[in-house]
């Protein structure tokens, strides 16, 4: 850790943004309560991303369980993928993540096999860390929390590693929702939890944390966005995997040299763009780095990790990813579910269709009075559904298991209104606690040697907006503080009161949790109604009307500036 890094965290600590959980029971790593101030800006961080894609892109929010029964994570691959290797120190037993004890030695160390792994360690002299003894063997493990559904063990469920699969395990729904048409757009906040191996990097690796997961379900034949004629000559840095050098170009100009597969993809990769910096993010600490081809999930076309550079180095702080249509199409599979888009034609078309049909005359004498809905669930089935010559189908809440006596597979010409596609999922997932952490570090400012810290927080995330204070608690320049108060301080505006200490100690207070303007109450103020405010970032003060201070708050946060009070 930096110094800086440990300042940061020690403010955090003493002024309520974060707090290490349990720490009067020794505490747990990769574990941290919000504070006030702390929840506050996670908060706003979380409206900002929400007025983008439910107030501008006009997506839907869902809520779903963060506990899911084993057959979701079965689907997704996380039951039998998701794993990272593992290795213990022999002399102290310390656990170490084995990909990360190699990673100056390999671009991609995660890519390593357990025994590849073993034998980094012993070509380049790896040894533990913390005490230098020999390391153990390299084995897989699961990162999901495990527990039961239900007393017992009879259910085994998880806690979700990620929020996206409620999403996708509630398509159908959704889809209905939004009256089975494409685009489907949906975000979904909330816990994940991931039993990482050994998280020492303070914010960046929990074991309980928050995401801002959004997923679009697109046509898999259109790949565009209305709205990318808006933004295609905003420039962006990329690090492409053909070159693996930052460089800067245009959104349009990213696509057309295919460095950026699709318009939609590129139009949500510039999204997250905007995000971060309206958060306060550096322009020049923030970066866009393409998988590389073996890093890249086998069923992702496309995928993009927004980097910010923070004290640990350049960091993933959110992953866009064009998924294909893997998601939808694994829990169609496990769950026995269509999860598919019905695709008008403009025309109705001839077309060769195969499909399930009953064969009616050895329903009747076999299912007598259920024939008819026997049959019906026979050419409700599509093609794949047949497995070894065999179809089940459920009828008055019974399996029946058919063979080919019950049905046939024919290929008939017809005229067809349309097809049946999966969707494909467009996905920027965004790491929250990550994001918090970078837009403190970005904002953070210290004069070691006047013993003075700055916390340049964009005023829309800002916990506090406005300070109040009296020039002195008396005189009733207290009550004129306190009445001032009352009416800046609104559900959208936190203000905070403070009367205690010199007015400049009171100022650093509030530079130090990065409040954007102080208005102090004076004498003059009594005389004509008259309160200073003063700038944050260039502490230039200005008299206003102390009756004019609610709206002149609002015109600065909607982004008035300063200095054209
Ligand atoms: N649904 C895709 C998904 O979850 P991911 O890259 O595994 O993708 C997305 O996670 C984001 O979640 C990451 O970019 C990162 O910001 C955040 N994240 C992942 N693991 C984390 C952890 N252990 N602690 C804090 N944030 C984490």
């Known amino acids: ?127 533990c860390p913390e005490c230098g003894g020999d390391l153990g063997p390299v084995d897989e493990f699961n990162l999901m929390f495990r527990t039961n559904i239900g007393p017992g063990s009879a259910r085994i469920g998880y806690l979700r590693p990620e929020t996206a699969q409620g999403i996708f395990v509630n398509f159908p729904n959704l889809y209905r929702y939004n009256r089975e048409k494409l685009p489907l757009g949906v975000i979904q906040t909330g816990r994940s939890y991931r039993n990482e191996i050994a998280p020492r990097q303070g914010m960046i690796r929990l074991r309980e944390f928050n995401q801002m997961e959004v997923e679009l379900f697109v046509d898999p034949e259109d790949k565009d966005w209305e709205r990318f004629p808006d ?52 322009k020049e600490k923030l970066r866009f780095r393409q998988h590389l081809q073996d890093e890249m999930a086998h069923y992702a076309a496309d995928c993009w990790d927004a980097e910010v550079l923070l004290s640990y180095g350049w960091t993933e702080i959110t992953g866009i990813a064009d998924r294909g249509s893997w998601d939808l199409t694994r ?70 298991e058919l063979d080919g006596e019950a049905f046939e597979v024919v290929t008939v010409r017809e005229k067809v209104t349309g097809e049946r596609v999966v969707p494909h999922v467009i996905e920027p997932s965004h790491g929250l606690d990550r994001i918090f952490y970078s837009v403190l570090e970005h904002a953070y400012e210290r004069d070691a040697e006047k013993d003075y810290t700055v916390m340049h927080l964009a005023p829309i995330v800002a916990p506090i907006k406005v300070g109040v204070f009296p020039l002195m608690e008396k005189d009733g320049l207290d009550d004129m503080a306190k009445a001032l108060y009352e009416k800046v301080h609104t559900h959208r505006v936190e203000a905070y009161y403070d009367g205690s200490g010199t007015i400049g100690k009171r100022y650093a207070r509030m530079d130090e949790v990065g409040t954007p303007w102080c208005i102090t109450v004076d004498y003059d103020s009594l005389k004509d109604g008259t309160v200073t405010i003063r700038d944050r970032d260039s502490t230039e003060q200005k008299r206003i009307r102390a009756d004019d201070a609610p709206r002149i708050v609002d015109e600065l946060l909607a982004g008035k500036p300063f200095a054209d009070l």
Not at 85 to 110: G, M, Q, S, W
Not at 245 to 272: C, Q
Not at 363 to 391: M, N, T
Request: charge should be negative; include cysteine; aromatic fraction near 10%.
């Open 231 to 282: 933004i295609e000559n905003e420039t962006i840095t990329l690090v492409p995997n053909t070159t693996c050098e930052p460089v800067e170009m245009t959104i349009k100009e990213a696509v057309d040299k295919g460095i950026i597969a699709n318009r939609v993809l590129a139009y949500f990769v510039n999204t997250t763009k905007q995000f971060l910096l309206s958060l306060g993010i550096k």
């Open 331 to 400: 829990h169609a599979q496990f769950s026995g579910t269509e999860l598919k888009h019905f695709k008008k034609f403009d025309e109705p078309r001839e077309a060769d269709v195969t499909k399930v049909r009953a064969k009616h005359k050895t329903l009747g004498p076999r299912f007598k009075g259920q024939a008819r809905a026997v049959a019906e669930a026979i050419e409700a089935k599509s093609p794949e559904d047949v497995k070894d010559g065999k179809l089940t189908v459920t009828v008055d809440g019974q399996d029946i």
């Open 1 to 127: 850790m930096s110094d800086d890094n440990q300042d940061l965290m020690a403010l955090c600590k003493r002024r309520g943004y974060i707090w290490p959980s349990f720490e009067i029971y020794g505490g747990v790593a990769g574990m941290y309560d919000y504070g006030p101030l702390g929840f506050s800006l996670r908060n706003n961080i979380v409206e900002v991303w929400r007025s983008i894609y439910k107030g501008r892109e006009g997506f839907v929010e869902i809520d779903s369980d963060t506990v899911n029964p084993r057959e979701v994570f079965k689907a997704s691959g996380h039951v039998d993928e998701f794993a990272d290797t593992i290795t213990y120190c022999t002399k102290c037993n310390a656990p170490f993540r084995a990909d990360h004890l190699v990673k100056e030695f390999y671009d991609n160390p995660d890519v390593l096999s357990p025994k590849q792994l073993e034998e980094a360690f012993v070509k380049h002299g790896v040894k």
